[in-house]
């Protein structure tokens, strides 16, 4: 990665850590937009990186409910040998 890419990756880490601990879901956008009024374009990698840690954190609270419920109904499920 550039310069630009490795800077806004650890800032979005950062700011991601930060926004969970103050339970503040939209802090990265205060940032990105401080960001912006000195660099457009690390204000935008910064944006991307993360919106794509967000998004991943959004879909993996998903599939672990979803594979939660899906591992409960099949311990649910009998288990005598009776067809499904």
Do not use: W
Not at 31 to 42: R, V
Request: one cysteine or more.
């Amino acid at each position: 990665m550039g310069l630009i890419d490795d800077l806004a990756e650890k800032l979005a880490h950062d700011v991601i850590e930060a926004q969970k601990e103050l339970d503040e879901d939209r802090f990265y956008i205060d940032i990105g937009n401080y960001i912006g009024t000195s660099s457009p374009s690390l204000q935008e990698a910064f944006m991307t990186a993360c919106r794509l840690r967000l998004a991943e954190l959004r879909g993996r609270t998903y599939f672990e409910k979803r594979l939660g419920e899906r591992r409960k109904a099949k311990a649910a499920e009998p288990t005598d040998g009776a067809p499904k």
